[in-house]
């Protein structure tokens, strides 16, 4: 895998995509393998609390027959993480702030997330 050129694809998706305050690629063991977050916040620990709430919306969907979980997205009052399956490997967190048009930001995350998996590959 190439990190530079995945940690590239991530800081062009934060750079040009409107109302993105970070991204992040993570194993599905936690482990950090790109970012472009913002400074505050420690790489290390959104790894693992990313892994943790993919495994625990994993979880949920199959006990409540939803299949397999597509995304996983929370909103609070300053605005969204999303958490989008990329390849058998990772999983691509992504932050917008809360006036981020949903569909726009899904249609941009859609177009990285195929960038980055052709990157793992």
């Known amino acids: 895998m190439g990190a530079s050129k995945i940690g590239g694809i991530l800081q062009n998706f934060?750079?040009?995509t409107a109302d993105v305050q970070g991204a992040a690629l993570v194993s599905h063991d936690g482990l950090p393998?790109?970012?472009?977050?913002?400074?505050?916040?420690?790489?290390?620990?959104?790894?693992?609390?990313s892994a943790?709430?993919?495994?625990?919306?994993?979880?949920?969907?199959?006990?409540?027959?939803?299949?397999?979980?597509e995304k996983i997205m929370?909103?609070?009052?300053?605005?969204y993480g999303i958490l989008i399956g990329c390849g058998e490997d990772a999983v691509f967190l992504v932050l917008a702030n809360q006036s981020a048009k949903?569909?726009?930001?899904m249609l941009?995350?859609?177009?990285?997330?195929?960038?980055?998996?052709?990157?793992?590959?």
Do not use: F, Y
Not at 33 to 49: K, N
């Open 14 to 16: 934060v750079s040009g």
């Open 33 to 49: 393998l790109a970012s472009s977050l913002p400074t505050a916040m420690d790489e290390e620990r959104t790894s693992a609390m």
């Open 52 to 69: 943790a709430m993919l495994s625990l919306g994993e979880r949920i969907g199959k006990e409540l027959a939803r299949g397999n979980v």
């Open 74 to 79: 929370v909103e609070g009052a300053d605005g």
């Open 102 to 105: 949903q569909g726009l930001l």
């Open 108 to 121: 941009d995350i859609k177009r990285a997330v195929t960038e980055i998996k052709a990157a793992l590959n």
